[in-house]
């Protein structure tokens, strides 16, 4: 028995609307870290961080917190395999879709620290190398405002 699969170039806007909510509005800390969706792609994600005051994490140089790294990369980690997710399954409507993100969760995460996080801005990116039934596996990047590599990861998520 063959798998069908449905190639997806864009999510219709309701999806994606209802998947900013989430992201961005109703995970309290995504809102204190200021994540805002830039580009909602089922292959691929974006998203910005501009810094403030609150994410320094060494005060001398004003250089963002490795928390907030590490957080940041965790969420767009978990706004990849949402996405991947919603485009899978895109036979249902945009609001049972986005009822399939109950479950997620991270079980592994890694992040390695290349640079300083020094930028006025921030954009994080993560893409899905693999979506199974159960475990989804991650990769993303944290770049500064100069587009220079400055963090990357991988995770993994429990999906189901």
């Not at 994606?16 to 309290?28: M, S, V």
């Not at 250089?63 to 965790?74: E, K, P």
């Amino acid at each position: 028995m063959s798998k069908t699969t449905i190639s997806v170039s864009e999510f219709e806007p309701e999806f994606i609307a209802g998947l900013a909510t989430i992201f961005e509005e109703k995970i309290p800390f995504n809102r204190v870290l200021g994540l805002k969706i830039t580009q909602l792609r089922p292959e691929r994600v974006v998203a910005r961080i501009d810094m403030k005051p609150e994410l320094v994490g060494h005060f001398v140089h004003n250089r963002l917190h490795g928390g907030v790294i590490s957080a940041g990369l965790d969420a767009i980690g978990g706004l990849a395999v949402m996405a991947a997710i919603g485009a899978r399954h895109m036979t249902e409507t945009a609001a049972q879709r986005l009822q399939r993100f109950g479950k997620l969760g991270t079980i592994d995460l890694r992040i390695d620290y290349l640079r300083p996080g020094i930028s006025a801005h921030f954009e994080l990116r993560a893409q899905v190398l693999r979506l199974g039934s159960r475990v989804a596996s991650t990769r993303m990047e944290f770049l500064g405002a100069d587009g220079k590599l400055l963090s990357s990861g991988a995770a993994a998520y429990i999906v189901s």
